[in-house]
């Protein structure tokens, strides 16, 4: 007669165990990476593949080059951001040319007129060489999409802007301001646009967008009572200039006197 308990025991143990090992396999692994292997995987086009793409591009690439390298002006020496300490010849012409252009957008738009420019000397990132400019150089000394935003500040902030100027002790591309550093490192004399500052009176200071939310520092551009995107790149400012003029002018102004 067979024993059908041993069987059920039997049967019990296998389900036990069989439980068991399905909740061990399930339960959550960690693993370890003990080892990295690759291998380079060599290009196979065919040649004649690699010359069609390259006989595609050709001719767009001559033409942006042909572009790029179209002789718009010519500069008279060589102007580099490091030749001054308040001031240089380069931040003087970015400063100018970008409060002169930016005006015609914004006058046409706005019917008003940017009073000051103020940009950074950290964005100009080439000299503008002796001899011939193209728009490549505009490229090389502006090579960010950085465009052109006019923020409105009180005469507050202006004063504000000063002495962050003195503070810094970079020649930040600066125009349509002037002033004198006393012997005290404090400014004094300052002007706009010919007339002494005023602290109510509402300026328009063109910058490039990266400085109107507050970059570099310039946190005063954060207490605008209105802000204008004018939608210019700096670098089209640049190209837009020199294609206007025969010579680049040589600025050399005081707009930073120091007693």
Known sequence: MVNLKKYNDV???????????LVVSCSKQNYYVTKIEGKRIPITEKESQVLEI??????????????????????PE?????????QTKIGNLMADVTLMRGNIVFQAREKKNIDICLL???GIRSILPKGNVTARTAF???????????IALKGEQIL??????????KPHPLAGVTFTIDKNNVAKNISVQGKPVQKEII??????????????NMNFFKKG???????????????????????????????????
């Open 11 to 21: 049967s019990k143990l296998f389900v036990i165990s069989l439980t068991f090992f």
């Open 54 to 75: 390259e006989n595609f591009i050709k001719p767009y690439r001559e033409y942006i080059n042909k572009d790029l390298d179209s002789v718009l002006a010519y500069c």
């Open 78 to 86: 060589t102007l580099d951001k490091s030749s001054g300490k308040w």
């Open 120 to 122: 950074n000397s950290g």
């Open 140 to 150: 090389e000394i502006m090579p960010f999409e950085n465009s052109l935003v006019v």
């Open 160 to 169: 504000e802007m000063v002495d962050f100027f003195i503070a810094e002790k």
């Open 203 to 216: 300026y328009y200071v063109g910058t490039n967008d990266y400085l109107s939310n507050g970059g570099d």
């Open 225 to 259: 009572v209105q802000k204008y995107d004018l939608e210019y790149k700096l670098r089209n400012i640049l190209i837009d200039y020199f294609k206007e003029v025969d010579t680049i002018p040589v600025i050399n102004d005081v707009r930073i006197t120091v007693e």
